[in-house]
T-cell receptor, first 115, second 117 residues
Framework: DQQVKQNSPSLSVQEGRISILNCDYTNSMFDYFLWYKKYPAEGPTFLISISSIKDKNEDGRFTVFLNKSAKHLSLHIVPSQPGDSAVYFCAASSWAETSGSRLTFGEGTQLTVNP | GAVVSQHPSWVICKSGTSVKIECRSLDFQATTMFWYRQFPKQSLMLMATSNEGSKATYEQGVEKDKFLINHASLTLSTLTVTSAHPEDSSFYIC?????????????FGNGTRLTVT
């Protein structure tokens, strides 16, 4: 059961334009969401996060939007740059007494920014 | 910033042998480390949570006797794939949290590509 889904395996945009990456989740216990960026043969690196008490968080060119009622979040990158080309993973966190804090990842979206 | 080092970055082994993967937090102490596995074009799947000084917590469906985890110190966790088989070929990634707050982002190693022939 895939609790975090990124339905677009790939996205291609022109340099300077906006990139919008989407993520849907099913578990209402998730209360913290993160985006990670991954280059080939490297581990993911943290990009930006948002708590469920907020609906928007911005950091430079990156903005994450959360729509709790729709169980949907999105990452906006503007303006997009060729160096942004990578796989982007959406992740969600919940807390459980038995297992502590866990991160559940989506399948990832390959973003390609064309010069 | 917080750095997690994983070694080796890739390994090829014969079926039936065991492989050990090391994960180190270089400039911080990590009481908890996490081991993930990623198949091609799939998400990172949490295999187990490694706790310093105690037994690891395995996710459902992960064989604890096959994937041995040892967290002997605050900076080192190891994953040993015992009696490896070709279906164990995958990308294994460890991570650690810098700080006690669960909302602190995880820092990941660069992963280990395991190929079992």
């Amino acid at each position: 059961d895939q609790q975090v889904k990124q339905n677009s395996p790939s996205l291609s945009v022109q340099e300077g334009r906006i990139s919008i990456l989407n993520c849907d989740y099913t578990n209402s216990m998730f209360d913290y969401f993160l985006w990670y960026k991954k280059y080939p043969a490297e581990g993911p690196t943290f990009l930006i996060s948002i708590s469920s008490i907020k609906d928007k968080n911005e950091d430079g060119r990156f903005t994450v939007f959360l729509n709790k009622s729709a169980k949907h979040l999105s990452l906006h990158i503007v303006p997009s740059q060729p160096g942004d080309s990578a796989v982007y993973f959406c992740a969600a966190s919940s807390w459980a007494e038995t297992s502590g804090s866990r991160l559940t990842f989506g399948e990832g979206t390959q973003l390609t920014v064309n010069p | 910033g917080a750095v997690v080092s994983q070694h080796p970055s890739w390994v090829i082994c014969k079926s039936g042998t065991s492989v050990k993967i090391e994960c180190r937090s270089l400039d911080f102490q990590a009481t908890t480390m996490f081991w993930y596995r990623q198949f091609p074009k799939q998400s990172l799947m949490l295999m187990a949570t490694s706790n310093e000084g105690s037994k690891a917590t395995y996710e459902q469906g992960v064989e604890k006797d096959k994937f041995l985890i040892n967290h002997a110190s605050l900076t080192l966790s190891t994953l040993t794939v015992t009696s490896a088989h070709p279906e164990d070929s995958s990308f294994y990634i460890c991570s650690a949290r810098f700080g006690a707050d669960r909302r602190s982002p995880l820092h990941f190693g660069n992963g280990t590509r395991l190929t079992v022939t």
